[in-house]
Nanobody, 120 residues
Framework: QVQLVVSGGGSSQAGGSLRLSCAAS????????MSWYRQAPGNQRELVAA???????NYADSVKGRFTISRDNAKNTVYLQMNSLKPEDTAVYYC??????????????WGQGTQVTVSS
């Protein structure tokens, strides 16, 4: 129904910046909300940031003021700008999309994940 292709990620030193992109493609009626999750070894997957189709956003307390989520609806793409990176931001980051299919059902799609490593 939908594929999420993630780009960006990589390594940064503490205080640096990285930008993640997630582009949705495939057959679907619309994308509702899009989100970024992350999972570090030994930890549960946690919500980092989310954005609705109308542009409303919410963030995990740990990233407020440092990360910014945005989306380009025309390109079906969501971004995560990560500034002032900290070692505790090290994790695999996943893109998530809540979609309405062409058959008007609700579905959830996940991207492949990308490693973000922040060194001290």
């Amino acid at each position: 129904q939908v594929q999420l292709v993630v780009s960006g990620g990589g390594s940064s030193q503490a205080g640096g910046s990285l930008r993640l992109s997630c582009a949705a493609s495939g057959t679907f009626f619309r994308i509702n909300s899009m989100s970024w999750y992350r999972q570090a070894p030994g930890n549960q997957r946690e919500l980092v940031a989310a954005i609705t189709s109308g542009g409303s956003t919410n963030y995990a307390d740990s990233v407020k003021g440092r990360f910014t989520i945005s989306r380009d609806n025309a390109k079906n793409t969501v971004y995560l700008q990560m500034n002032s990176l900290k070692p505790e931001d090290t994790a695999v980051y996943y893109c998530n999309a809540d979609i309405t299919t062409r058959l008007l059902y609700t579905a959830v799609a996940w991207g492949q994940g990308t490693q973000v490593t922040v060194s001290s």
